[in-house]
């Protein structure tokens, strides 16, 4: 009788097993369906643009190079400070105008020099 009972201990734990979901949330959230493309986000301002340039470029990194992206984004001329995720799957800007907001990768093919409206470097 306590043959039924195992297949069926082991059928849930097989089951719950499957429904396990991957954590590699990377691809998810640098997808930008039903969002304005970053092209014409990057016209409503400088720090717009730079935002842009910054997804774009933490799009090309690799999750151990996060660091190079954060120095990119510190060398623009209005961030203020640049904070990473734990897992490097978004940064965190704050310009030095006061305004912050965070960026997935923007994963649309170009680079952050790319960006139109980018200011020069001072």
């Not at 009788?1 to 691809?27: G, Q």
């Not at 400070?81 to 704050?94: C, E, F, H, N, S």
């Amino acid at each position: 009788m306590k043959h039924p009972a195992t297949l069926v201990l082991a059928a849930a734990l097989l089951a719950s097993l499957a429904s396990c979901r991957t954590y590699d949330y990377r691809e998810r959230i640098s997808q930008d369906k039903g969002l304005m493309p970053a092209e014409r986000y990057a016209h409503y301002g400088r720090e717009q643009a730079e935002l842009v340039a910054i997804g774009r470029e933490l799009a090309h990194a690799s999750p151990d190079s996060v660091q190079q992206v954060v120095a990119y984004a510190r060398g623009l001329p209005d961030v203020a400070d640049v904070t990473p995720d734990a897992r490097g799957l978004w940064l965190t800007i704050r310009f030095k105008n006061g305004w912050r907001a965070a960026t997935p990768p923007i994963n649309d093919g170009k680079r952050g020099a790319e960006t139109a409206g980018l200011p020069a470097k001072q």
